[in-house]
């Protein structure tokens, strides 16, 4: 077999080889029916127990309640952006958002296209290194939901405490953090996570929704952005992601193989405490999060020198550490460590960074 790179993209990110392997193994002959998953019809039975036991799996994993509904949708975490007040912000309502980063702000600026947005706190306050207390928000009484990125993938600013938000429908986007440790369902009103992170393949996005939230979709709300409609038909109002669905599952499985997400929360932070402690022990690695608030999954960092950036980037693919590039609009490096990439990812990064210190620093 061909050796697989450490893959440190932020997505599409790293798939653990043991799915990409059963994948392979089923592509063209799914247990023995002649044909691929991706030739199935969705109606049929053999691809509704594929997508149930998906469903399944992941309220297994992450232990959802019964009054919650599991969507697999299409359009990716952005088009949530606009669903989300289509289906929850009534015309004369408001909507609470906390402004973290970069796609808590697309999130903000695409739900002022439906109606009023208050923004309750910003993190540009404290240049995007901390996340506000919340007894520094401005919340709206009545407000028709909180809105809130539990992990800013490009700035690498993470919650480590979920919001107190009382009757209010607590809504996240949980992209690049699900699955990366437990967490406690009941406390939110509306969960959403781009799958091509912790989840599968890209364009497919799960939606966990609390049920007395169904039917409150605006008139102008389109068919198939309606949660209720969605949930009405089991995520198959049209033709789902099938494929992805199906992939996902393969994660799921696989999840549980490992331990679930108790695991996951160990492993991973291992992985995050190994790296972070490398950055902050040397003088030529920065990364200026306030420790508490510093991503597990993403981990910007800088060179001292950004002239080395080039080479930094050279040297480690050539030892098989891909994508370490920073996002376009923050620079300097990003290393995504989602719950696919195993300890000995970071110990391979944190030699070759050592190395280049010593070479460079
Ligand atoms: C936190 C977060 N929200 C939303 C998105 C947008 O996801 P998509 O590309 O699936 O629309 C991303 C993508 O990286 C993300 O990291």
């Not at 098989?320 to 000995?344: E, Q």
């Not at 070759?352 to 010593?358: Q, R």
Request: with cysteine; proline share 4%; charged share 25%.
């Amino acid at each position: 077999m061909s050796k697989r790179a450490y893959n440190f993209c932020a997505g599409p990110a790293a798939l653990p080889t043991e799915v990409l392997e059963r994948a392979r193994d089923e592509l063209l002959d799914w247990q023995g029916k002649g044909l691929s998953v991706m030739e199935m019809s969705h109606r049929s039975d053999e691809y509704v127990a594929i997508a149930e036991k998906a469903e399944q799996d992941l309220r297994d994993l992450l232990s959802i309640p019964s009054n919650y509904k599991v969507l697999f949708l299409q359009g990716g975490a952005s088009q949530q952006f606009a669903e989300i007040p289509l289906n929850l912000l009534p015309e004369d309502g408001v909507a609470d958002y906390v402004e973290t980063g970069i796609w808590s702000k697309k999130a903000i600026e695409e739900a002022r296209r439906f109606g009023n947005v208050n923004v309750v706190a910003s993190a540009s306050q404290y240049d995007y290194f901390a996340i506000p207390g919340q007894n520094e928000w401005n919340l709206t009484p009545g407000a028709a939901y909180l809105h809130y990125a539990s992990n800013e993938t490009i700035g690498g600013l993470e919650f480590d405490w979920v919001p107190e938000a009382g009757d209010v429908p607590l809504v996240v986007d949980m992209s690049s953090d699900i699955l990366s440790r437990p967490i406690d369902v009941s406390r939110f009103g509306l969960i959403y996570a781009g799958a091509q992170k912790n989840i599968g393949p890209s364009g497919l996005v799960v939606v966990i929704v609390r049920e007395d939230l169904l039917g409150r979709a605006r008139s102008i709300c389109p068919t198939m952005l309606n949660y209720k409609i969605a949930a009405d038909n089991g995520s198959m109002y049209n033709t789902p992601a099938t494929y992805s669905w199906y992939l996902s599952g393969l994660v799921f499985q696989w999840l549980k193989d490992q331990g679930g997400v108790e695991a996951m929360e160990k492993r991973n932070r291992a992985k995050k405490d190994l790296l972070y402690k490398a950055i902050d022990a040397s003088e030529f690695y920065t990364n200026p999060i306030q420790p508490s608030a510093r991503s597990w999954m993403n981990v910007p960092f800088r060179l001292a020198d950004e002239k080395l950036d080039k080479a930094f980037l050279v040297g480690a693919e050539a030892r098989g550490l891909l994508n370490l590039k920073g996002h376009r609009s923050v620079g300097g490096m990003r290393a995504s460590i989602y719950n696919a990439l195993g300890l000995d990812a970071v110990e391979a990064l944190v030699a070759y960074m050592a190395e280049f210190e010593k070479e460079h620093g």
